[in-house]
């Protein structure tokens, strides 16, 4: 939620006069411009995982928002599970996906996966044998 406090003040005839008042409020942030503020990531621990998915990396950044759709995207999938640390951090399980580089990103939840700004990448290696 966001606080807002406006002043009150009087037009006269010879101009604007100030007043001791003003007007409080709260008000829920607007999914509007929170789609405009995606996160910035700094660093990604690992920067590779199995092909099996399955397994935590930890991202660091700014700009994450504790949100239920707050999710990884690994190219063309999302993260199953994502769990909020602090507006710098969080973890996320990497998906089953084929062995190779996909790009990666994150979404705050407030816009579709497509938009998320995916500029580091993230490499699937081959299970052991």
């Known amino acids: 939620k966001a606080a807002f406090r406006l ?3 009087l037009g006269l ?3 604007i006069v100030p007043t001791k008042l003003e007007i409080s409020y709260t008000a829920p942030i607007i999914d509007a411009y ?3 503020s995606q996160p910035v990531i700094n660093s ?3 920067l590779h995982g199995s092909s099996s998915g399955n397994e935590w990396i930890q991202i660091h950044g700014v700009g994450f928002i ?3 759709k707050l999710t990884c995207v690994f190219g063309d999938l999302e993260s199953e599970d994502t769990i909020f640390i602090s507006s710098s951090e969080i973890v996320c399980k990497t998906p089953k996906h084929l062995p190779g580089s996909v ?3 994150v979404n705050n939840g407030v816009s579709s996966p497509e938009n998320a700004t995916l500029n580091w990448k993230f490499t699937f290696v ?3 044998l």
């Open 7 to 9: 002043p009150i003040l």
């Open 103 to 105: 790009s990666f990103g």
């Open 66 to 68: 504790n949100r239920k």
């Open 126 to 128: 081959p299970d052991a």
């Open 13 to 15: 005839e010879n101009g």
């Open 34 to 36: 929170l789609a405009e």
């Open 44 to 46: 990604i621990k690992p």
